[in-house]
């Protein structure tokens, strides 16, 4: 080699794992540095590295000194973290500071995607590759948010039809005011209609189950969803000033989260005996949300397409489904609330 090829940084100790990377990078025309100590890492990052890997479960590494070394570099590459299923939480507060975390058996499977989409993201991955990132990426996520693999526990509380429509009403219309708020502050008009077509979409969905909580005998008319305040994901979404932010937060990931969640609510309807609520959602709030993500997907393809751009994206929408995690398990915790449906 030249000299002159893309370096990628690895911090890590495993030796096999190590010669793996190595062995991958050389055959991707990219040259291979091991950082086994901080002491390497710092030496590594002064080179300029087009790519920094962290092995955040090695017992004999600090990632907390590691991302520290990386920052007080100036951060000059993006950083790629892997960790295990069992490890997850256990790294999780290590997380936020990588550009993205993934499992080291997806790691092992995609590795030269993964080498290959950083190196040539130096300059700014093409907005449709980075897309597809990022889709893969939440995707990843959104497993831990299904029952069998987060919630586990018996059932707690009084869990009912009735009760997670009610919650229903909360999202559907917290999911409505977040996009009218946008509409104002948002100067791209591509963006504004599509903002302007997701409030008339939730706001329908509002009515629609607050007329079947009426036919199972609940007036919704007298029932405030907003008593107890906006939640902490609304509140998140409402501080999102840029709109790359708030399409990969909001339209993107926020509706991909919905598709998932009101398939799991479909399912306990379903198992409940109540076809006319599994109807609902199967035949019509779940096809807009879809239609919502899909909006979200080509807003990106077309206003993702800087390396700024596609880290505030990649940021956002890491917040959105990390703020979902953890409401989905305060819920479990005080109310045994599963199976809830999305917005």
């Known amino acids: 080699m030249s000299g002159s090829e893309p370096v990628i940084v690895a911090h890590v100790t495993d030796l096999l794992f190590s010669s793996r990377i190595a062995e991958t990078a050389r055959r991707l025309g990219y040259r291979f540095q091991a950082a086994r100590s901080l002491a390497d890492l710092r030496q590594a990052l002064a080179g300029q590295p087009a790519l920094v890997m962290l092995d955040l479960t090695a017992s004999g590494l600090d990632g907390d000194a590691a991302l520290r070394e990386i920052a007080a570099a100036g951060r000059p590459a993006p950083v790629l973290g892997w960790t295990t299923h069992v490890l997850w939480k256990e790294t ?27 190196v040539e993201g130096r300059s700014g991955m093409d907005a449709e590759a ?66 302007a077509r997701q409030v008339g979409d939730e706001a329908k ?27 902490p994901l609304f509140q998140y979404l409402d501080s999102l000033r840029t709109t790359v932010e708030r399409v990969a937060a909001g339209q993107f990931t926020r509706e991909a989260i919905a598709i998932v969640k009101n398939r799991q609510f479909i399912e306990f309807c379903e198992a409940a005996g109540d076809e006319a609520t599994a109807r609902l959602y199967r035949d019509v709030i779940e096809p807009d949300e879809r ?53």
């Open 205 to 231: 969905h509002y009515r629609l189950v607050a007329d079947r909580l009426r036919e199972l005998g609940f007036d919704a008319r007298e029932f405030n969803p907003l008593a107890k305040g906006y939640g």
């Open 291 to 343: 239609h919502h993500h899909e909006l979200g997907r080509r807003l990106l393809l077309r206003y993702a397409t800087t390396p700024e751009a596609q880290a505030a994206a990649r940021s956002a929408a890491t917040r959105t489904l990390e703020l979902a995690e953890e409401l989905q398990g305060a819920a479990l915790r005080a109310g045994g609330i599963h199976h809830a449906p999305g917005c």
């Open 92 to 118: 999780k507060p290590l997380h936020a500071r990588c550009d993205r975390v993934v499992t080291r058996e997806t790691l092992t499977d995609e590795l030269p995607e993964l080498l290959r989409g950083y």
């Open 130 to 195: 980075f897309v597809r990132d990022l889709d893969e990426r939440n995707h990843e996520l959104l497993r831990r948010l299904t029952p069998d693999s987060t919630l586990k526990p018996e059932v707690e509380g009084d869990l009912t039809v009735v009760n997670l429509l009610k919650v229903a009403l909360k999202n559907e219309i917290e999911a409505t005011e977040s996009a009218a708020r946008w509409i104002a502050t948002t100067p791209e008009i591509d963006v504004k209609l599509a903002l």
